[in-house]
């Protein structure tokens, strides 16, 4: 194996990622998650000689050993590094005084920049791969994104980029199922055309449409924050409905790991006052867990003793802050 993406499992930015780095290098992939990131880099194959990583941003806990393992890294092979979380001012220039090509920007998703890094090398559909990413992710509004969705049919777009979501939320528990997409995609088959991608998106469509009555019936409201715990696959989508359900700037949804940990996804209103991802990141670390993300859509890992104390200090910055906006 000579070439390798390693890229964000549980969403389509992660996907899409992968999908494009494949269509321009012929690269194999894997699809991994923040987890089990260091397992992977650990293990790779001895005979590679590039690699890229895409849409697996670190936290400030794990930041020391991710460089640590990208410098080490690349005394062996060429590293491309492509992501779009957020990093602090003083880890950015440590990875810039790394011998990596670093791709990285706040503004765009993952599959935007990895599209843009790319382009001499893919063909024209390959946009739509990209716009994909970014519709899911929220940031089609982004300058590159508004610029690409001129071109395009943007109820078409809606309508390919919900398909991919919402199948891959209905059948992502199936490891091979991210893998068929990043391999359909990489060849620019569009998401309609894909067998069984429709069925599963209704199906999950109709899973959407029960949760948010469920929602509304087991979520509990703080002042700024309603959380819920789930079984979902998808933590994401129910975050989003507590903020309806609930009226409030920020939903936590969250469920059960192996290893008395807990998995949370955090979602927010434009009127929010925090940075979703600085504060969880910040507060995860201080009861031993791990998080991170973006302003306005965020994850952590943390003990499940502790779960509802995160929370309640979530709600404290959330309502110390409102009105910042």
Do not use: W
């Not at 059960?256 to 925090?274: F, N, W």
């Amino acid at each position: 194996m000579k070439k390798l993406c390693l890229s964000h499992v549980k969403d389509i930015d992660g996907v899409s990622s992968a999908a494009l780095v494949r269509a321009a290098t012929g690269c194999e992939f894997r699809l991994t998650d923040y987890d089990t990131l260091f397992d992977e880099l650990d293990n790779l194959p001895r005979d590679l000689e590039e690699l890229y990583i895409c849409d697996l941003g670190t936290d400030q806990s794990r930041f020391g050993r991710f460089s640590e393992t990208l410098r080490r890294l690349s005394d062996k092979l060429r590293v491309t590094y492509i992501d779009h979380h957020y990093i602090s001012p003083e880890d950015r220039v440590t990875l810039k005084r790394l011998p990596i090509e670093l791709v990285h920007n706040v503004n765009e998703c993952a599959g935007m920049l990895t599209y843009l890094h790319f382009k001499e090398s893919l063909p024209e559909e390959a946009k739509m791969v990209a716009l994909y990413a970014a519709v899911t992710d929220y940031m089609d509004g982004s300058r590159n994104g508004k610029r690409m969705m001129e071109t395009y049919d943007r109820h078409f777009i809606l309508l390919e980029s919900t398909l991919l979501s919402y199948a891959l939320a209905m059948e992502g528990k199936d490891p091979e199922y991210p893998r068929m997409l990043v391999e359909k995609l990489s060849k620019m088959r569009l998401p309609h055309q894909i067998e069984g991608v429709p069925q599963a998106a209704v199906a999950e469509a109709e899973v959407i449409a029960r949760l948010a009555k469920k929602v509304k019936k087991e979520g509990k409201k703080l002042q700024g924050v309603a959380y819920v715990e789930t079984k979902q696959g998808s933590t994401g989508s129910v975050a989003k409905l507590l903020l309806g359900a609930f009226g409030v700037p920020v939903g936590v949804a969250f469920k059960k790991k192996p290893g008395g940990r807990v998995e949370m996804s955090l979602r927010c209103t434009s009127e929010t006052g925090v940075h979703l991802g600085k504060a969880i990141g910040a507060i995860a670390q201080e009861y031993g867990g791990s998080g991170g993300g973006h302003a306005k859509a965020a994850g952590c890992t943390v003990p499940t003793k502790d779960v509802v104390a995160v929370i309640r200090e979530l709600d404290r910055v959330v309502t110390e802050h409102s009105g910042d906006t």
